[in-house]
């Protein structure tokens, strides 16, 4: 009687366990992290901790090219990647032919300028070559969302957790009434808390599909609970990406026999709503500029003054069409400043940072080249969530994504919250890429 030979153990993948790793604990660590000086320095401590985790990333990412190296493995370079490093190109060279020369490479102001849009593409090339979304990820994401929920949960109780408020307020005490601003959660301008929601909600909710209601709950709840704290914080951005995107999102994610049907409804009752819109001016803020708008009578005012910072700039965009003023430089290029009043009072004055609109921006601040790369990028990952979209990280990654990027039309770019859009972009395409 022969022998039967040992089962062999299967050796641990220990560059797909690191690349995990990371990105869980960035995902946890960065999210959660509120900085050590309340929500005056957020930015900053964001910023240096983001730079402490590619540093982190980018050995890893060095540690896997030496080894497929010296395994002979050949990683095909996608046409996303390429897009991405085009992006890549043209901001560098957007910087590099900036009037306002180092700021548009780094300055303690601009958190976004050239060196960190370089550390953006990085971190998608090199989890998008190396990543993988898992189930343990989803499930860190989960718990993660948990607890900022119960953070902005508290201050929604009138707490100031953590001290992040100024001594003796709280969220309510924000708005000009004790201090500028509302803030909320781990993340801090509410406008960047509105259009982080955007893009977990919808997965969450699309995490749920074809799964039992014992299993689903959880998402379900936290689902309703990142929704109620997106009406909450009384942001339009968030709530205006979670209605846009669910509306691109319906068509693509329906079943096929239904697409017809469900396109034909969606036409029927957008084409419904602007005729009553057209026809009523009705007595809310945003319905009434829609109503003004369709009647051809834009004011600067609208969009809490986006259109008078839309007009600026695009009046300027012309004489710098190929390379714009430079990496997050808006703040430097002599914009007329922001001013807001009521009843003929002057009660806000603010210098012009970014376009709250992420396509304008880019095309101000690095050029068209730039906007045209960065929309092949976006395009290229979104036409494979539709191709990929039967899998289901595939599925909730790309319409949380298709959410994020409809906010950002009316949503100011920070570097406390875009490190999750690429970050989502690049699981994205590494689980696509997986078919090809």
């Known amino acids: ?156 109780a009138g707490e100031n957790p953590f001290l992040l408020y100024p001594e003796h307020s709280n969220y309510y005490d924000g708005y000009g009434v004790k201090y500028p601003g509302g803030y909320a959660g781990t993340i801090g301008n509410v406008d960047f808390v509105s259009a982080f929601l955007a893009l977990v909600a919808p997965m969450l909710l699309l995490h749920t599909q074809g799964q039992r209601p014992r299993e689903a709950w959880p998402c379900w709840v936290l689902a309703a609970v990142c929704l109620g704290l997106a009406v909450w914080i009384r942001v339009l951005c968030g709530l205006v990406g979670l209605a846009m995107g669910g509306v691109l999102c319906l068509p693509v994610l329906c079943p096929d026999r239904y697409r017809k049907r469900v396109l034909f409804g969606l036409c029927t009752l957008g084409l419904c709503g602007l005729l009553l819109l057209w026809a009523l001016d009705l007595p809310v803020n945003f319905l009434h500029e829609l109503h003004e708008l369709l009647h051809g009578r834009p004011k600067d005012s609208f969009g809490t003054g986006r259109f008078y910072i839309w007009r600026q700039m695009l009046e300027r965009i012309p004489s710098r069409l190929l390379l714009g003023v430079g990496p997050d430089a808006a703040r430097f290029s002599e914009l007329a400043p922001f001013v807001r009043h009521e009843n003929g009072v002057e009660v806000a004055r603010a210098t012009i940072t970014d376009a709250h609109c992420y396509p304008l921006h880019i095309l101000y601040c690095q050029g068209l080249p730039a906007l045209l790369s960065w929309l092949s990028l976006v395009g290229l990952c979104l036409f494979h969530w539709y191709k990929a979209r039967a899998k289901r990280a595939v599925r909730l990654l790309g319409g949380g994504l298709v959410c994020f990027l409809c906010a950002m039309l009316f949503c100011p770019s920070s570097i406390i919250i875009m490190p999750f859009s690429w970050l989502t972009m690049a699981l994205l395409e590494a689980e696509a890429a997986g078919d090809r």
């Open 1 to 156: 009687m022969s022998k039967q030979k040992p089962i062999q153990k299967q050796k641990t993948d220990w560059s797909a366990a690191l690349m995990e790793l990371w990105t869980g604990l960035f995902v946890a660590c960065y999210l959660l992290f509120p900085g050590v000086k309340g929500y005056h320095g957020i930015s900053t401590a964001k910023t240096w901790s983001f730079y402490a985790w590619m540093a982190l990333l980018l050995g890893l990412g060095v540690w896997n090219a030496v080894r497929d190296l010296r395994r002979g493995q050949r990683r095909p370079v996608t046409a996303t990647q390429i897009a991405a490093l085009a992006f890549l190109v043209c901001t560098l060279v957007s910087a590099a032919a900036s009037p306002y020369g180092g700021k548009a490479w780094y300055n303690a102001s601009a958190h976004e300028a050239a060196l960190t849009l370089s550390l953006y593409v990085l971190l998608f090339w090199v989890v998008s070559r190396w990543g993988r979304p898992t189930e343990r990820l989803f499930r860190v994401l989960l718990w993660t969302l948990a607890l900022f929920c119960l953070l902005c949960l508290l201050q929604a």
